[in-house]
């Protein structure tokens, strides 16, 4: 059976051992193994995880099958009926099996949820040379624009900003 829950701060160390054995895979081939690092610890830091959740209002839901935890996903409010998509990663074994169509099916309910109905957008950044930009596209995101953005200690973010109306 598939599940998605929401994750509280216990759930803090789940996230990092999820995202450990996902970011540098994803990124392998995309980044210098000096960026992936740095952005590792920049993003998943048990600080920096619990301060996305508290101060920064990041949902987190952490994905199953079987009560096996497979991924996790956050979405933030950015303002009234925009929704930015922060996280979406799934275990390299289950990558291909839907799981991810699912996870971004659920970040588009709930963001419908939140704006009471009302018409609302999703946003996400996403690394220009990303397989994942196909994924996106295939469920109904466009390139919306792309920013070149500076994570400090000389390192840049290329990144396409996709959009969905919803």
């Known amino acids: ?65 079987e009560d096996k935890p497979i991924g996790y996903v956050s979405i933030g409010k950015e303002e009234e009926g925009l929704f930015h998509l922060h996280k979406l990663y799934i275990l390299p074994d289950n990558q291909g099996d839907g799981t991810g169509k699912k996870l971004l099916q659920f970040v588009f309910e709930t963001a419908r949820e939140q704006s009471g109905g009302k018409p609302c957008s999703v946003e996400l950044n996403v690394n220009r040379y990303n397989k994942a930009v196909s994924f996106y596209k295939k469920m109904g995101m466009h390139v919306h624009t792309e920013g070149n953005f500076d994570i400090g200690s000389g390192y840049l973010m290329t990144d396409y900003i996709m959009r969905i109306d919803l």
């Open 1 to 65: 059976m598939f599940t998605i829950r929401p994750a509280t701060i216990q759930d803090i160390e789940l996230i990092r051992e999820l995202a450990s054995k996902t970011w540098f895979i994803t990124y392998k081939d995309i980044l210098s193994i000096e960026q992936a690092s740095y952005m590792f610890d920049w993003m998943y830091s048990a600080e920096s995880i619990r301060n996305q959740m508290e101060e920064k209002n990041h949902q987190f839901f952490i994905a199953s099958r």
